[in-house]
């Protein structure tokens, strides 16, 4: 790849009555920064805007973020090697386009300033957003990369929730991780930590249930939580074959069960 970049530098660049062009680059990043310098501002931009979603995109991506005439950029960029097109890739049916080289798109991605690289990446979450259909774990992530972390908390809660009810274990985890590390209201927590505890029931991880039901618990805001945890308490005690502690959590989910029906 190194070999493949300097020589397509070289190729591009004009000679300025040099053998070689006007300068070997020293790395294979210097090689990517020099192909990228020499694309007119337009195609410059596209790329930038396409590193940014970190996937490949649609003309509909690009245009979303500024990018004036995506077709004739996507044309140029396909030309110098730095684009190729996919059919039926990550949107099943839709004509997308990506970086040839994940070396090209992190240094595109590298080369934009980062108060810009804030504000593009906020724009690509409201794009999306506004599809009829989208991924609030690639939404979160953006808003996340834009240090919008309230609403980036919040998008990646609705994933994990979504991903939960779906039996998708490794997402749930993931984006129930980022929700909760980021910070989420108690109410939306306490559904967090019951979805991890659900999933590790489904791993059989039985020793990180527990961990995540203790977590569920204290963040329980009714009776109706608190009484949902304590029940599945006493189902992992009684799976775990520890009947005392089932029989000891018992009285205190029938009292939070009967509260809630008050």
């Given at each position: 790849l190194f070999v493949e970049q300097i020589?397509?530098?070289?190729?591009?660049r004009p000679?300025?009555?040099?053998?070689?062009?006007?300068?070997?680059?020293?790395?294979?990043?210097?090689?990517?920064?020099?192909?990228?310098?020499?694309?007119?501002?337009d195609a410059r931009v596209a790329c930038r805007v396409a590193s940014i979603f970190g996937r490949p995109v649609?003309?509909?991506?690009?245009?979303?973020?500024?990018v004036a005439d995506p077709v004739q950029c996507i044309a140029l960029l396909a030309e110098r090697d730095l684009i190729e097109t996919q059919i039926g890739g990550s949107r099943s049916g839709s004509v997308e386009y990506r970086?040839?080289?994940?070396?090209?798109?992190?240094?595109?991605?590298r080369a934009i300033p980062k108060e810009m690289r804030s504000t593009m990446h906020r724009r690509a979450a409201g794009h999306l957003a506004d599809q009829?259909?989208?991924?609030?774990?690639?939404v979160g992530v953006h808003l996340e990369r834009a240090e919008a972390n309230v609403a980036a908390a919040l998008q990646f809660a609705d994933?994990?929730?979504?991903?939960?009810?779906?039996?998708?274990?490794?997402?749930?985890?993931?984006?129930?991780?980022?929700?909760?590390?980021?910070g989420v209201r108690d109410e939306v927590r306490f559904a967090l930590h019951m979805v991890r505890?659900?999933?590790?029931?489904?791993?059989?991880?039985?020793?990180?249930?527990?961990?995540?039901?203790?977590?569920?618990?204290?963040?329980?805001?009714?009776?109706?939580?608190?009484?949902?945890?304590l029940t599945d308490q006493i189902t992992l005690a009684g799976r775990s074959g520890d009947h005392a502690a089932a029989r000891a959590v018992a009285a205190s989910a029938v009292a939070e069960a009967d509260a809630s029906e008050d």
């Open positions: 020589a397509s530098s070289l190729r591009e000679s300025d009555g040099e053998p070689h062009g006007s300068g070997l680059p020293f790395t294979v990043e210097a090689a990517i920064q020099s192909r990228l310098d020499d694309l007119s501002d649609q003309l509909a991506d690009l245009k979303a973020l500024g970086f040839r080289s994940s070396l090209v798109a992190a240094v595109a991605y009829a259909v989208f991924d609030a774990e690639e994933a994990a929730l979504t991903a939960g009810a779906r039996g998708d274990a490794v997402r749930a985890l993931r984006c129930s991780a980022r929700a909760l590390a980021l505890a659900d999933t590790f029931r489904f791993l059989r991880n039985r020793s990180e249930q527990a961990s995540e039901l203790q977590r569920a618990l204290a963040a329980a805001r009714t009776h109706a939580e608190r009484a949902r945890a």
